[in-house]
């Protein structure tokens, strides 16, 4: 890894992308600091608890949705969009056509952008809303009430804008993927809780000294979870295929061995942000309402069942991500598509019969990792929150979301630094 770094930095062309990259990324988290007019979001501190979807969403923008800034709705948006358009390219043939084109690619772009745009206006109106109903605004009578409300959605909508032109700004001039990388810095940014964190357990453990030992055994788990997660994040299953030979003119075309590289993480991180902000629906509505426990009990104890911190929240959190997993994976791979793609280049899978029984053995191999892919999952978003049920008065601030996503960025930079190394070292080779 030092390696690597050493020698894309030794590189004029690559250290200019890493240096443009980082400058990218320090004005991103300067966007995140620049409040928004007419906003006291000071009063918005007991929103952002943690199990419901603002939690989720603020740790998305690193803390910028709780204070109001700017760049408070991140890049969520354009994901929500660009998931939105995927998912529909099953029901809608044009969109899929669309995918398969290089053109058409660019436009699909385009109309995520648009998309991205609409979705930010309706969350930066609802936030607005949110804000108003706390007493949050400076200016709420008269003119100057609609005034300050037009100001605040266009802000918001603006700056979601912004962070996207950022982000294409990283991917044309830059390294890597440059919504990851935001996503990526946001996250790293609210890291600082571990410091909290680490001070509620020193001082729990001058009254009970066995929180030593759970300290350490925190750290043992994180760094084992890290080797997990990159692990199984580049773990794969090789399908062998055979293409046969034939002549083509005066010359024999065929006969190589290859293989389909099946991931076992296929998903990456998608099912555990579709499970993550379809549980927390409940108990944000319920920190919106704000029920009496004395005047609905009932209410009250279903709002309850799924905080954070309750195990019915934990079991169906996990049964949605291997659902939502399943469903992922089936979006993503088409075993009949695949298998009429070998019989058109004549290649097979040794040992299996073109046609239906390769479709059968693919979809074979496919359940047992999906299943694989939807445990390995469910451990690393579910352990941290097993912790902190189990550690009573520590709050577990690294969640398997952030987990993921940090890990997979990080692999995929240093891949892209790889990349464009071996390239230059190719190029130089042959000059």
């Keep these: 890894m030092l390696k690597t770094l050493q020698n894309a930095w030794k590189n004029p062309e690559l250290r200019n992308r890493i240096v443009f990259t980082l400058l990218i990324l320090v004005v991103y988290r300067l966007g995140c600091a620049v409040p928004v007019p007419f906003v006291d979001a000071t009063v918005l501190t007991a929103m952002f608890s943690e199990g419901n979807m603002l939690n989720y969403l603020n740790m998305m923008s690193g803390g910028a949705l709780s204070k109001c800034t700017l760049f408070a709705l991140g890049v969520t948006p354009y994901i929500n969009a660009t998931i939105i358009l995927q998912l529909l390219c099953v029901a809608i043939p044009a969109l899929e056509q669309m995918l398969q084109r290089e053109d058409g690619q660019k436009k699909f772009q385009q109309i995520s952008r648009y998309v991205g745009a609409g979705i930010a206006a309706v969350m930066g109106l609802g936030l607005y809303f949110v804000v108003r109903s706390f007493g949050g605004l400076k200016y709420t009578t008269g003119g100057a009430g609609i005034f300050s409300a037009v100001v605040i959605v266009l802000a918001f909508t603006a700056g979601h804008q912004l962070v996207v032109w950022l ?42 000294p066995i929180y030593y030992l759970l300290m350490i055994l925190m750290a043992v788990i994180l760094l084992a979870s890290l080797v997990f997660v990159v692990v199984l994040t580049n773990a794969e299953r090789r399908v062998p295929v055979q293409y046969s030979r034939r002549v083509v003119g005066r010359k024999m075309m065929g006969g190589q061995r290859s293989y389909i590289p099946l991931k076992l993480n296929m998903t990456g991180v998608m099912p555990v942000i579709f499970a993550s902000s379809l549980i927390s629906i409940p108990g944000t509505i319920g920190s919106f309402i704000n029920v009496n426990e004395a005047e609905h009990p009932i209410w009250y104890a279903f709002f309850e069942t799924f905080s954070y911190d309750s195990w019915v929240y934990i079991v169906l959190y996990l049964a949605l991500i291997v659902m939502f997993n399943y469903f992922y994976v089936a979006i993503q791979f088409n075993p009949v598509q695949l298998s009429e793609q070998l019989r058109s280049n004549d290649g097979a899978v040794p040992g299996i019969r073109p046609g239906k029984a390769t479709v059968e053995y693919l979809n074979k191999i496919l359940n047992r990792i999906t299943m694989i892919g939807a445990i390995f999952l469910c451990v690393v978003a579910g352990l941290p929150m097993i912790l902190g049920n189990l550690m009573e008065g520590v709050s577990v601030q690294l969640g398997g979301t952030s987990l993921l996503i940090v890990v997979g960025v990080a692999v995929e930079v240093f891949r892209s630094l790889e990349a464009y190394n071996t390239s230059v070292g190719h190029k130089g080779f042959l000059d």
């Excluded at 390294?175 to 001070?199: A, D, R, Y």
Aim: glycine residues 14%; charged residues 10%; negative net charge.
């Design 167 to 208: 982000g294409e700004q990283i991917d044309d001039k830059g390294i890597g993927n440059g919504v990851s990388l935001m996503i990526f810095t946001s996250i790293l940014s609210g890291w600082s809780g571990w410091i909290t964190t680490v001070q509620n357990m020193l001082t729990l453990a001058q009254a009970k």
